[in-house]
Structure formats: C-alpha cells, structure tokens
T-cell receptor
Framework: GESVGLHLPTLSVQEGDNSIINCAYS??????FIWYKQESGKGPQFIID?????DKRQGQRVTVLLNKTVKHLSLQIAATQPGDSAVYFC????????????FGKGTLLTVNP | GAVVSQHPSWVICKSGTSVKIECRSL??????MFWYRQFPKQSLMLMAT?????????EQGVEKDKFLINHASLTLSTLTVTSAHPEDSSFYIC?????????????FGAGTRLSVL
C-alpha cells in the first residue's frame, strides 16, 4: 500500500507472481512516458516506454498500460523474479523540443523467494 | 541500449573543497545531458540541463555558481560542486538524451555518491 511523507510506496510479491506497479501523472500535456528500474546504489535503467497515442505496449515480461482519461500509468511484470527487486519510477515528458523528464516518487518492489 | 559512464562512483571530500564529476556517453553523441540529485528513499530531482556548446539551464532553486556544469563536447559533461558542504552530500546522477523520432529516452550513468565531511 501507499505511505506518506518520505517513505516510498512498497509492493511485496512472491516469486513467480505477477506484479503491477501504478503511477499517477499530473500533466495532461505529457505525451511520452518511460518506466525505469533503479537498484540500490545504481543509476536508473530503462525498462519500457510508451507514447500517448497508444494505450498498451509489451516488452519482455513487462507490459505498460496508459489511461490518459485518468492520467494513470501501470507497469506489469510477469512471473516476477528476485532480480526484479528494485525501485521503479515512472517518468513523463511533454514532448516537442523539451527533453526533460519529470519523475514520479517511485515504488519499492520486493520479491520474496 | 546506449551506455553512459559516470566517474567517480564515490567520493569523500573535506568541507570547502570542490569536486568534479564526469559524465560520458560512450557509444553515441549526446547534445543534451542532464544532472540529477537524489536523496535516500526519494525520487530524482532534475538540477540542470546541459547543452553542448552552450550554457546549462538550471532548475529553479539550484545555484548555478555552486553547481558548475560544462558540456565541452558531444560525449562529455562535467558537474563541479564548488566549496562543498555537508548538506551537499547526496547521490548525483547524470543522463544523456538519445532523441529518436518516436522517443526521448534518457540513459543514465551509475551515479556518484558524494560525502562531504
């Protein structure tokens, strides 16, 4: 469940289960979204991206869903593995010549063996 | 994916000294690089956008004279924390933009942990 203040939202799953990580974005002008995975002490790693003209995109074991009506993004990880344990961030971009990304607060995923 | 190298990965310095962090795009040319700061258990906060051959664009509240950014080539940007103090201790991460027709993916370095004593 979600926490307040400086605590990251957390999600704990069993190995082999599917994980769903949610993200609410604020800027209705955003037209490009990225999910990143960050392991402890490392930089973020690109997972998957999606443009606003799509509502679903699939990668290897991951699926991103975009609901522009409610400004909601989700990342689904199939058959979650211990190596998936990390903090997951969604990021949004308003497009055009502005390449800046605005990051969400992140979700800590813990996979129990 | 594109590779971004950041150096050093960890630095300890005395209060009042300056520290330089390098960010290199190894297999592509990056006209735009970004510098972020991250506190424990928090998200990434953009500090500045570094453009090759021009001055960096700083986010509101970031002191440009304290965090000097230089982007002298298409593969190298540097961040210098001048007269560092303990409150500057943080995790600094750079990224390089690889703008393609359908995406603006940023690829990140491994980060630099700065500890100011």
């Amino acid at each position: 469940g979600e926490s307040v203040g400086l605590h990251l939202p957390t999600l704990s799953v069993q190995e082999g289960d599917n994980s769903i990580i949610n993200c609410a974005y604020s800027n209705s002008a955003s037209d490009y979204f990225i999910w990143y995975k960050q392991e402890s002490g490392k930089g973020p790693q690109f997972i998957i991206d999606i443009r606003s003209n799509m509502d679903k995109r699939q990668g290897q074991r991951v699926t991103v869903l975009l609901n522009k009506t409610v400004k909601h993004l989700s990342l689904q990880i199939a058959a979650t593995q211990p190596g998936d344990s990390a903090v997951y961030f969604c990021a949004e971009n308003v497009g055009g010549s502005n390449y800046k990304l605005t990051f969400g607060k992140g979700t800590l995923l813990t996979v129990n063996p | 994916g594109a590779v971004v190298s950041q150096h050093p990965s960890w630095v300890i310095c005395k209060s009042g000294t300056s520290v330089k962090i390098e960010c290199r795009s190894l297999d592509f040319q990056a006209t735009t690089m970004f510098w972020y700061r991250q506190f424990p258990k928090q998200s990434l906060m953009l500090m500045a956008t570094s453009n090759e051959g021009s001055k960096a664009t700083y986010e509101q509240g970031v002191e440009k004279d304290k965090f000097l950014i230089n982007h002298a080539s298409l593969t190298l940007s540097t961040l210098t924390v001048t007269s560092a103090h303990p409150e500057d201790s943080s995790f600094y991460i750079c990224s390089a933009s690889l703008p393609l027709l359908s995406s603006n993916i940023q690829y990140f370095g491994a980060g630099t942990r700065l500890s100011v004593l």
